[in-house]
């Protein structure tokens, strides 16, 4: 049924289009029979005379001159027409003429409006001529509006809001540094004779001194450091201020989603004569992250336990021996934590420090990792509260943090440790040394097999690629003369002494 419906409209498709086609090629017929009477009328009739009246006679709707302009247009006359003309100009019949020439009025006529019917309307004139200049009219949807300039607005609205932005950020954190200065300077000056050295000078002064002044060291726009030294039990004290990121408004508007705070780290580097000792202390996140990423953890202690015993549920240790936290978490830091539970991250002592672990990518490239040097250090992570106000007051809450710092220093210098627990933690050391050297063997032994089999497969190459018979058959045994002595077993040789 579908089809036979699709052959009937292919049919009458075809017959329509053939009916049109007719249609057409009578009405040019058509046409051209109305040719011979083009010009017929003008070519016998003498122009009229110029009286310097105005001519009533022509019509207002332009009609006559449309005939004439119909008329210019048509093509070569016919034999009939010529006749028509020598009978016109010998004034034989003037009558039959007026005649003739009524009906090719009429004729022209309605010729002119069947035409003017069919040809298209002629597109309307945008342009304007003022004065001699012809001025062009744009159309509207092509005229530059402001509208279409949304996305460059926008662009320049970002930039001008992160330039705006990083000016205030940068000088937030200016006025937190130096809040968090004013509030803690009174404390450090009276625990160490040098604060805030810059290292431009060879002997720096001392708090004491008429030329002192403590510098702030600005690192980055969101990271300040002050440096201090001259206290028994350490060698130094390096003070961090890690703020957000407030002169990047990308970092702003990702801490919507991922809330940061501003940090204050404490890198104390402890005297030599330190006890061997390695104990982490801290929040569950990052203490497990401690644990994976420092080499002084992941080799030394067990993993992650509880403070259960200590009655703090959000805080976990990794200890290398039994007695060390009995020793670390003691009524102090139990006070300090009861006082601010959300002030301390985590607090990492160790004589064994030597950063994070080494690339395994390099590890797996077999090239050699040189040891690391090792540092006794303490380390603790403290969280700035009331984010981004500089009120003394407010910076006041981090005088208890570098307290507690001060009084880890002085407890760890005092620190003795039982016979066996050293015994314990000089063996653990040794072990460690041990493995460290065969790591760094086994890497020298692959590096070299690495190249040993590199130098082959290039000798090998330039036996391919040689053509000289004489030379290729000399590197051919020369090869195998270094193989026969490769693969030969190696003897030792023995003196014996005879009397």
């Known amino acids: 049924m579908g089809l036979v419906s699709l052959t009937a409209i292919t049919c009458a498709f075809f017959l329509l289009t053939s009916i049109g086609q007719l249609h057409q090629r009578q009405s040019s017929q058509s046409n051209d029979d109305f040719a011979e009477f083009d010009d017929e009328e003008f070519d016998g009739v003498a122009p009229p005379e110029d009286t310097g009246k105005p001519e009533d006679h022509i019509p207002l709707d332009g009609s006559k001159i449309q005939k004439e302009a119909t008329v210019k247009e048509r093509g070569p006359k016919d034999d009939d027409v010529e006749e028509k003309k020598a009978s016109v100009k010998s004034g034989t019949a003037d009558k039959d003429f007026k005649a003739f020439e009524d009906d090719v009025d009429e004729d022209d006529e309605v010729l002119i409006e069947e035409e003017s019917e069919g040809k298209e309307k002629p597109m309307p004139d945008l342009s304007v001529k003022t004065d001699g200049l012809k001025v062009i009219s744009v159309p509207e949807h092509l005229r530059t509006k402001w509208d279409g300039f949304y996305l460059e607005f926008m662009l320049l609205l970002g930039l ?81 201020l890690k703020f957000v990121k407030r002169q990047d408004i990308i970092s702003l508007i990702s801490r919507v989603m991922k809330p940061t705070s501003d940090l204050m780290e404490v890198n104390v580097t402890l005297e030599e004569d330190f006890e061997p000792l390695i104990f982490a202390f801290g929040t569950k996140k990052v203490l497990s992250k401690n644990l994976k990423e420092l080499q002084d953890l992941s080799s030394y202690c067990d993993g992650r336990k509880s403070c259960e015993k200590f009655k703090l549920t959000q805080y976990f240790y990794a ?32 004589d064994q420090f030597s950063g994070k672990k080494p690339d395994e990518q390099a590890a797996a490239s077999g090239t050699p990792v040189p040891p690391t040097a090792v540092a006794k250090v303490l380390q603790a992570r403290f969280v700035m509260p009331k ?89 051919e045994d020369l090869q195998a003369k270094r193989d026969r002595k490769r693969n030969q077993p190696k003897m030792k040789s023995m003196m014996v002494r005879m009397k």
């Not at 540094?177 to 004779?193: K, M, P, Q, V, Y």
């Not at 139990?334 to 607090?347: G, N």
């Open 160 to 240: 001008v809001s992160y330039a705006l932005n990083f000016f205030y950020g940068k000088q937030k954190n200016q006025k937190l540094a130096s809040a968090w200065l004013d509030t803690t300077r009174s404390t450090l000056e009276r625990n160490f004779s040098v604060v805030g050295d810059d290292g431009t000078l060879k002997e720096p002064p001392s708090v004491t001194s008429a030329t002192y002044s403590p510098v702030l060291m600005k690192e980055t726009e969101h990271v300040f450091s002050l440096w201090c030294s001259g206290r028994v039990g350490c060698q130094s004290l390096l003070i961090d």
């Open 319 to 350: 200890s290398e021996l039994v007695e060390t936290p009995d020793f670390v978490i003691d009524s102090e830091l139990l006070k300090f934590l009861k006082t601010y539970p959300d002030l301390l991250e985590y607090l990492h002592i160790s």
């Open 387 to 475: 984010f981004g106000r500089t009120q003394a007051e407010d910076m006041e809450l981090m005088l208890p943090c570098l307290k507690l710092m001060i009084y880890f220093v002085d407890k760890l210098k005092k620190l003795k440790l039982t016979k066996e627990a050293k015994t314990k933690a000089e063996r653990n050391r040794t072990k460690m040394e041990e493995a460290v050297s065969r790591m760094l063997h086994s890497q020298r032994q692959e590096s070299q097999q690495q190249r040993k089999e590199e130098k082959i497969r290039l000798e090998k190459e330039r036996l391919m690629t040689e053509t000289d018979p004489d030379k290729l058959r000399k590197l």
